[in-house]
């Protein structure tokens, strides 16, 4: 990361929480440390009842640069402890920072630079989310110092956005600034946000960065973007109380999504910024759509009806060319849904909207020959797999697992799509195991397609795995799919159900001395495989086993 050259001090940092003791110190500290940039922390505690306030209290007396707000009314959200805290900010730029996740070194200074040099109203860097394991805080707090027993898996957010430094002089010459709808990342000149009126929404506002963001690109900033990794976004699944972006099992979450989307639009629009409007339309197709629609199965018949329903009114604000602009696979989803008035096709839906999409057959066709969702809604065309390249086509590969003693055998089947896959004609596909915790491959493996004998629609091709070579932990199928035409097509494989398929197999392993191995279907089926090696693999999973049965 690039520091210099530096500025006196003109940032003030804006953390806020409610009842997480257990990380806002961490939070705090990586606020301070943003020397030279930094001038003031500014704490907005709101009402915790777990001594997260006390703690601000020690560690402001440690050093004057902190301020706490300690709020005497739940605000039930976090726009008002952030309007609390701009609003007390009595420096030129406001950055802001949650208290369960930190500030990397020189992030503040590397954001200042930039939006002095470009003299820009934004500056804005790159996000990383960092996966966090069960039971990461306890170790850390136990063995601070020492390195971690289960590495974090970081991925960045929108990385294409700061592939290089750039100087947005209007946001709508990058419509895909929409796409980050993130408060946080971000440095804002303090007086931009007063002179425009920019606040967040008040009092219970999920989603209220999507609406503060399209507050800000309606005003038509200067936005300066860096290469720079500026802010380090904790996931923490495993949490006893999710975040409102990962808790989406009741049907409120995406009530409050939708509308958030929808306000977002109409101030675009009443700013004039109908090419940005646009762009969050597509965008909500493109991402909360399919990941939603992925979770569908999961949910019970009540919530499938009212997402059906809330969909199709929120779609239904949508014209043809907000529909043509958004990517493929959201698209189709969002047309069979307002080709239904009921939910249906679930397990297809899914497999579209997964990543990479998967177009599972039946592939049917309208009377004039053209490419159709079914025979039943052939008003919902996908003549588009016509016209698009190979790389990314929703080819569909379905994938068998079979766990044996000496070499377990992978089976994939590429299914024909509408003569595209044969005429670009299938050579061979490699394959690889990725640790989902880490990133990083395992096993590769290549082989070659074969017509199946039983399917002419089909081809095959098997490769022999050996399991026990991986580590234990979650491994995800990835394939890359190679043609004759020389084209190619990187996927993941539709994890086929049957006899004998994602069932749990204990094997015998020479490094292990036991191997629990137990293939299954993600949440957007695709095949992946858990590994516990050794005999307390196997008597957790007995335990498991034993307490489902006696619930």
Known sequence: MELAPSHPPQVCVVVIGYNDAAHVTDAVRSALGQEPAVREVIAVDD???????????????????????RRTANSGGCGTPRNDGTDACTSPYVMFLDSDDVLPPGAATALLNSAVAHGADIASGLCVRRELPP????????????????????????????ERPTLVARPERRPALVRDALCVGKLYRAAFLREHTIRFPDGRFPYEDVVFSARVLAAAPRIALIRDAVYVWHVRRAAEQLSISLDRSGIDN??????????????????????????????????????YARELELRGPGYRRAWWALTRAYLETFDAADFDRAPAPGRVVARVVLASEEPR???????????????????????????????????????????????????????????????????????????????AGPESVDV??????????????????????????????????????????????????????????????HAA???????????????????????????????????????????????????????
């Open 135 to 162: 039971g990461h805080d306890e170790q850390s707090r136990e063995g601070r110092g020492r390195r971690a027993a289960h590495p974090c898996r970081e991925t960045p957010w929108l990385p294409e956005l700061h």
């Open 345 to 423: 096709d679930l397990p297809r839906l899914k497999e579209l909207a997964s990543r990479p999409a998967r177009l599972l057959p039946p592939y049917a066709r309208a009377a004039d020959g053209t490419p159709v969702w079914s025979q039943d809604l052939p008003q919902v065309s996908l003549d588009h797999l016509l016209l698009r390249p190979m790389h990314v086509l929703p080819v569909a590969v379905d994938a068998e697992l079979r766990p044996r003693a000496r070499a377990t055998r992978l089976r994939l089947r590429l299914h024909e799509l509408y003569g595209r896959v044969g005429a």
């Open 254 to 291: 995406w009530r409050a999504r939708t509308a958030a989307q929808r306000q977002a639009v109409e101030i675009l629009l009443a700013a004039g910024e109908k090419k940005l409007a646009r762009a969050v339309r597509a965008y909500s197709l493109d991402h909360p759509l399919r990941m």
């Open 497 to 551: 159900a049957g006899p004998g398929l994602l069932r749990r197999s204990v094997l015998p392993s020479r490094r292990q001395g036991i191997l629990l191995v137990q293939p299954y279907a993600t949440h957007s089926g695709s095949l992946a495989v858990r590994l516990a090696p050794g005999t307390r693999g196997v008597a957790d999973a007995a335990r498991r086993r034993a307490a489902r049965l006696f619930q």
């Open 47 to 69: 009402c915790s009842t777990d001594g997260s306030g006390d703690i601000l209290q020690r560690l402001a007396a440690e050093d004057p640069r902190l301020k706490v707000i």
């Open 432 to 493: 690889e195991f990725v640790d989902r915790q880490r990133g990083s491959p395992g096993l590769r493996r290549t082989a070659a397609f074969a017509p199946d004998p039983d399917d002419g629609d089909t081809w095959s091709a098997d490769v022999l795995v050996d399991l026990a070579a991986l580590a234990s932990g979650v491994w995800d199928l990835r394939l890359r799919l190679r043609f004759h035409d020389g084209t190619w097509r990187e996927t993941t494989a």
